[in-house]
């Protein structure tokens, strides 16, 4: 059997009953939402009541702690019926956790009705202390310890400053101001900041405030707070619905006396999480049980549906004390729990902190005294004037009777400062109620808190969570058995949980300072940041700028003229029509892998077998003759798997090297790259290399019909499925682009007629210094320690060998200024080429939560928060960005070029593309498409993503060349 046993049953004797629930029988338990019962997955929690208290005697084996020095205590039914009624099942504890679990889903989700059992309110508060913080901040508290104000000057030191306590000064606020006009109140709270501040030497200096405003608000900034509703036994008119800033602004301005500036609002809640010290690890719950309760934690931002927010976290006050006000705590309520509410302030309000909050311990302990001595169990039968008076008996009088320490002579004395007769049986009967109430209180409390540790365990995805939880209250304080009854009651409650307990040091003061300084960190380090990124912000005229110069060295490099455009005619006169036909062999050497591809060209489409070879080390670093008679064995290798042998296919090559191209069949290689280097192949015509190989071997015919570059090959690629498609890009680990100009444009080759393909070689744009006015000092730094200083300046900024090693340096620069990392250089990041242009696309993906980012970094030795994470993904956006408008100002500029070539009005046009950054990036490819409706709007632009251009496509420029071969004999 599932239970809490609280009291020790009494043979014979009647009392109350309260059904206890196995877990099979607790799923027919009806939750708010249909919440799935959490015990389904827990065995038992085992029995649990009053814990034993370590070294006082005389506690039964129920856990039911009897008070010291007594021996055998007669227990009668008035008593065992009327305490009966705080005994809270295992059962009802995981009930409340799944419900309120329930309740705070619904509400975070923005489905939770008008009477929502909890309302998840952000607070703005993003970020919590690293440590760095300094500075001096005045603190105004205002309903954390009920009818008093209190003004606090904090100095906050920083990494390695010591600490200072506060100055402070506490104000009693009379009756008539927590109940007469809003103005009033406010008025009162600004008198007292000025006569606080007038025995400080403050002079005219501006001051930044924290407002603790411990009641429940609508908070839609960090400086924007609308209170719902009043608490704790305020009720002043024209405050509920208004903005409670604003209200404090106003009266501060009537009075005049200061310069301050109320810079966040925070309840008492959030300041107790953000008062920890720094140095026991993150805190990122908050739990407050004092004359009220409530718990707020950091909560993923994607989560709160109020917010619109993607990225990052947010602290939310759960603002758990109205839970139950919905009539889910029902079975849980007592005769007393009715009897206090009808009492209050609120009826029917605020149920779960009536439980709870320390406004209302000592009133249900006074109401169960009362009920006792009308029933002739305690003090003769007789009650007093005293004890029958509301608030008679308060949360220190408790804890003081509660205490077994306190000894039966200290608990007799505050009975009889209430008028009581006080018999020898009664201090250990009003001990057991103490204890009772208060065991309940922080059970439940447990279970709410329980409730929340899920919810951070469930949406970090975290099998294991360990979390700190901050705790600040009077109950805490002047009731240390109750700190350990909630952390024995969370452990079995959430067993997947490694929660450690903090006391928050001054959280409505030191926790407040905590929250203003650090939104004063975070809005000096949102400057350097922007400032520091400032110059990746490329506006309308830059783009337009960028497409102009490029056009004008496209104009240059096609007449001949000096020009940082190369702009190669490839002999490629004609894209596919759709007309080609027949079988052709295709060859692709880029690098130590070489394939050989069997492209057959029929009226149902393209049909690719390929094999790759490999390239041993010393052979392509070895002759010239040993490297191409290697490639011929494999091509006829190749041909006898496919039965080919004999038969004298064309043969288009994708030879990925750099080339001065004197013809289809002719490219002279200028010097190898990418490990090779055969001898006596520098600046010789490959083909002819190709064609003396063949001839080696005897027996074997080949028709080497062309030699192709890859970007052409992806634009033919993309052309046999589009015949629009005149342009080709790429844009990998290097960018390129070619397309079709007129051939009366080139310069370089003979005849006014017809197309030709040109190749652009656009990574060396900018070249000659027309980029200068955007380069910043990264680029510089990127560009000096490459392999080529001052050459491809256009693709150091767009290609993926580059944009890495760009954000490296910007996160390093911001650590320098201590915006990143705490300040704290990694040698991990001072490596070259560690931040690899993958982790762009894999961080800047709209599937990745935070701390899927987070991981990502801290896999590269990276010790970060989640307020760096957010930076390094802000750094990350803001180079690819660039980059991407950059490659879509190019594209412009070529796609302008062809409309006003063919006089149109309006140019419709595809693209081919390929090459890893433009596949794989979530956003690339979206912000070239937009930077190219933006800066030629009046092409028609279609992106396609090729498939295998450098194979498939080479086969496609053969095709064509034999297609027009074909018709000029014809």
Known sequence: MLGFSIFPEVSGMPHTEREELTPKESNQLLLPGGHPPMWNHMDSIGPIGLPHREGVPGCSQEGLPYPSNSSELPVSPQVLECLQQFKVTGTQLQQIQASL????????????????AVRMLPTYVGSIPH?????????????????????????????????????????????EVMLGPGQQLFDFAAHCLSEF??????????????????????????????????????????????????????????????????????NDTVGTMMG???????????????????????????HVAVLDEDRGRVCVSVEWGSFGDDGVLGPMLTIFDHALDRESLNPGAQRFEKMIGGLYLGELVRLVLVHLAQRGVLFGGCTSPALLSRGSILLEHVAEMEDPWAGAARVHALLQDLGLNVGASDVELVQYVCAAVFTRAARLCAAALAAVLSRLQHSREQQILQIAVATGGRVFEQHPSFLSILQETVMLLTPECDVSFIPSVDGGGRGVAMVTAVAARLAAHRHLLE??????????????????????????????????????????????????????????????????????????????????????????????????????????????????????????????????????????LLNWTKGFSASDCEGQDIVCLLREAIGRRQAVELNVVAIVNDT????????????????????GTGTNACYMEELRNVAAVA????????????????????????????DASVDQASINPGKQSFEKMISGMYLGEIVRHILLHLTSLGVLFR????????????????????????????????????????????????????????????????????????????????????????????????????????????????????????????????????????????????????
């Not at 002043?236 to 005049?256: T, Y």
């Not at 050497?589 to 010393?618: D, H, M, W």
Request: charged share 20%; glycine share 10%.
């Open 101 to 116: 679990l329930d309740s705070m889903e619904q509400a975070l989700g923005g489905q939770a009705s008008p009477a929502s």
């Open 131 to 175: 440590g760095t913080e300094q500075g001096d901040f005045v603190v105004l508290e205002l309903g954390a310890t009920g009818a008093s104000l209190r003004v606090l000057w904090v100095t906050l030191m920083g990494t390695g400053g010591h600490r200072m306590e506060p100055r402070s000064q506490e104000f009693v606020i009379p009756p």
């Open 197 to 266: 501040l007038d025995a400080l030497p403050v002079g005219k200096q501006g001051l930044q405030l924290g407002f603790s405003f411990s009641f429940p608000c609508h908070q839609t900034g960090l400086d924007r707070s609308t209170l719902i509703s009043w608490t704790k036994g305020f009720r002043c008119s024209g405050v509920e619905g208004h903005d409670v800033v604003q209200l404090l602004r106003d009266a501060i301005k009537r009075h005049g006396a200061y310069n301050i500036d109320v810079v966040a609002v925070v």
């Open 276 to 302: 920890c010290e720094p140095g026991v690890g993150p805190c990122e719950v908050g739990l407050v049980v004092d004359t009220g309760t409530n718990a707020c934690y950091m909560e993923e931002a994607r």
């Open 531 to 668: 400032e520091t990124l400032a110059p990746f912000q490329l506006n309308h005229e830059q783009l337009a700028a960028v497409q102009a110069q490029m056009r004008e060295a496209m104009v240059k490099g096609l007449r001949g003229e000096a020009s940082s455009l190369r702009m190669l005619p490839t002999y490629v006169r004609a894209t596919p029509d759709g007309s080609e036909r027949g079988d052709f062999l295709a060859l692709d050497l880029g690098g130590t892998n070489f394939r050989v591809l069997l492209v057959r060209v029929t009226a149902e489409g393209v049909k690719i077998t390929n094999q790759i070879y490999s390239i041993p080390e010393n052979v392509a670093q070895g002759s010239g003759q040993q490297l191409f008679d290697h490639i011929v064995d494999c091509i006829v290798d190749f041909q006898q798997k496919q039965g080919l042998s004999g038969q004298s296919l064309p043969l288009g090559f994708t030879f990925s090297f750099p080339c001065r191209q004197l013809g289809l069949d002719q490219g002279i």
């Open 712 to 731: 052409v090959g992806t634009m033919m690629s993309c052309g046999y499925e589009d015949p629009r498609c005149e342009v080709g890009l790429i844009v």
């Open 751 to 778: 005849g006014d007629s017809g197309q030709m393909c040109i190749n652009m070689e656009w990574g060396a744009f900018g070249d000659d210094g027309s980029l200068g006015l955007l380069r910043t000092c990264f």
């Open 823 to 970: 300040g704290q250089q990694t040698q991990r990041l001072q490596t070259r080429d560690i931040f690899k242009t993958k982790f762009l696309s894999e961080i800047e993906s709209d599937s990745l939560a935070l701390r899927q980012v987070r991981a990502i970094l801290e896999d590269l030795g990276l010790s970060l928060t989640s307020d760096d994470a957010l930076m390094v993904l802000e750094v990350c956006q803001a180079v690819s960005q660039r980059a991407a408008q950059l490659c879509g100002a190019g594209v412009a500029a070529v796609v302008e070029k062809i409309r006003e070539n063919r006089g149109l009005e309006e140019l419709t046009v595809s693209i081919g593309v390929d090459g890893t950054l433009y596949k794989l990036h979530p956003h690339f490819s979206s912000l070239v498409a937009a930077t190219v409706r933006e800066l030629a709007p009046r092409c028609v632009v279609t992106f396609l993503q090729s498939e295998d251009g450098s194979g498939k496509g080479a086969a496609l420029v053969t095709a064509v060349a034999c297609r027009l071969a074909q018709m000029a004999r014809v």
